[in-house]
């Protein structure tokens, strides 16, 4: 097999980039301003990976209304877009990864839960030069949400790759389920959100500790 066969589906947050304190911030500005309770940036980890409706729902008291996490979450898009993410940053050894990729025609695509608008602002902030990230996609509302396995299965489709030879890396429960549910190879990245227990206990493929170990998987196939 040629290493041109293989692809990579990678989620965004606590797979390519650092985003967890920028989030937390941003989330806990809004929480003040409804006078709600705030968080420890660490507890984030645990709100993250379903999408803004999900970090919201999970950062509110459990006893709130429907109709103040709508206010909450509307106001959090607005904050975190008008926001200078100072902290956000891919992680080490991210754009070492990206090169190998690019130097030997390996295609790319980038599926997350964050709002599509936002993940398009990020790819492009951070990774414009990568003209092998061929597909990008965030949360939309007429598409159902990872770990759902329909908008792997049209990425999938768009690169003209069969699923089993593309890799879906990310760093939580939901990306691992939606590997398995997409027929993809599940790949934990050990430096994300969640940590590897969650990754194994959901079916990872393959636990990477660095960026550069995800490269090696291509070569080993």
Not at 115 to 137: D, G, Q, R, S, W
Not at 175 to 189: F, Y
Not at 194 to 207: C, P, S
Request: proline share 4%; glycine share 6%.
């Amino acid at each position: 097999m040629t290493l041109k066969n293989n692809g990579f589906i990678f989620d965004l947050d606590g797979t390519l980039i650092d985003s967890l304190t920028d989030i937390a911030l941003c989330s806990n500005i809004v929480l003040k301003e409804f006078n709600l309770p705030i968080h420890e940036i660490t507890e984030y980890k645990y709100f993250v990976g379903g999408g803004a409706e999900v970090l919201v729902n999970n950062a509110i008291p459990k006893d709130s209304s429907n109709e103040m996490a709508i206010e909450v979450l509307k106001r959090f898009k607005q904050v975190y877009d008008s926001e200078f993410h100072y902290n956000t940053k891919p992680y080490e050894g991210i754009y070492d990864l990206l090169d190998l990729l690019h130097e030997n025609e390996i295609k790319v695509a980038i599926l997350s839960n964050k709002p599509h608008e936002f993940t398009i602002k990020y790819v492009n902030e951070f990774f414009p030069k990568y003209t092998n990230i061929l597909e990008v996609h965030g949360s939309k509302d007429d598409v159902p949400k990872k770990p759902h396995p329909h908008a792997a299965l049209e990425i999938a489709k768009a690169l003209e790759l069969t699923c089993e030879n593309i890799y879906f890396v990310g760093d939580s429960d939901v990306d691992m389920k939606t590997a398995k549910n997409s027929n993809m190879k599940a790949v934990g990245v050990s430096w994300g959100f969640r940590g590897t227990k969650e990754l194994i206990e959901n079916g990872a493929d393959h636990i990477v500790k660095t960026p550069l170990d995800i490269f090696e998987l291509i070569k080993k196939s």
